[in-house]
């Protein structure tokens, strides 16, 4: 497939999106935010693949889109609707996905170090956006999405602005229009008893209160 090829979202694009994630290879595509290298989280060659296109520091984390709630258990040890579960990573469920808000939760020790960067730890989001949700899941459920841009300079907001960032390293760019958010999503860190936000974004901390007075 021809490296930065552009097609506008659709089943046809997803379809080829799914075999070049399939494959191992590298796409880029619209988040509920800003657009992001998409690849097999669970592949070790791929999301080094991603670090080299970003030039990237290897002590930095990359986050994971899930299509579906159930996808969850793929990568937190945190258990989910039982007596056990974690409240805080619980109530913030429940109170704010789907949505732009990334919860950093404890990480399955099998994760590849190059997505959880040796810190045990691993940042997800069930995005709010039907289409990007439905790529997602056409990928196998889970997708990498750390912005698509080079390290240093602001997230792309178009397929266009993706393209001209990498001009090569890229096996397809699905474009689905521009970016929908002027803002990253919120991270919050819910790993303990006290969560924390670890960067400010679309989601206010006035709107975490209920879950940062915890």
């Known amino acids: 497939m021809t490296q930065g090829l552009i097609c506008e979202d659709g089943p046809e694009s997803r379809e080829a999106a799914a075999e070049v994630v399939r494959a191992g290879g590298v796409i880029a595509f619209r988040t509920d935010t800003f657009y ?3 690849a ?16 990237r520091e290897d002590d930095k984390p990359i986050l994971v889109l899930i299509s579906d709630l159930s996808e969850l258990s793929r990568f937190t040890i945190e258990p ?12 913030a469920i429940e109170l704010f996905w789907p949505g732009p808000l990334t919860l950093v939760t404890r990480a399955r020790a099998d994760l590849p170090t190059e997505l959880t ?4 730890t691993i ?3 069930l995005p709010a956006d039907d289409p990007v949700r439905t790529l997602v899941r056409a990928c196998g459920g889970a997708l990498t ?24 390293g890229l096996d397809l760019i699905v474009d689905g229009g521009d970016a929908v958010s002027t803002e990253p999503s919120t991270v919050l860190e819910v790993t303990g008893l006290h969560p924390r936000v670890i960067r400010r974004g679309v989601i206010t901390e006035g709107e975490l209160a209920p879950i940062l007075g915890i």
């Open 36 to 38: 992001g290298l998409g």
């Open 40 to 55: 097999d989280p669970l592949n070790r060659d791929a999301v080094r693949k991603i670090r080299d296109l970003k030039g």
């Open 80 to 91: 989910i609707d039982t007596d056990k579960a974690n409240s805080v990573l619980q109530k």
């Open 117 to 120: 960067a040796g810190t045990e």
């Open 123 to 125: 940042g997800l989001r």
């Open 145 to 168: 999405a750390t912005s698509a841009n080079l390290s240093g300079q602001p997230p792309a907001v178009s397929a266009a602005q993706v393209q001209s960032y990498f001009t090569e």
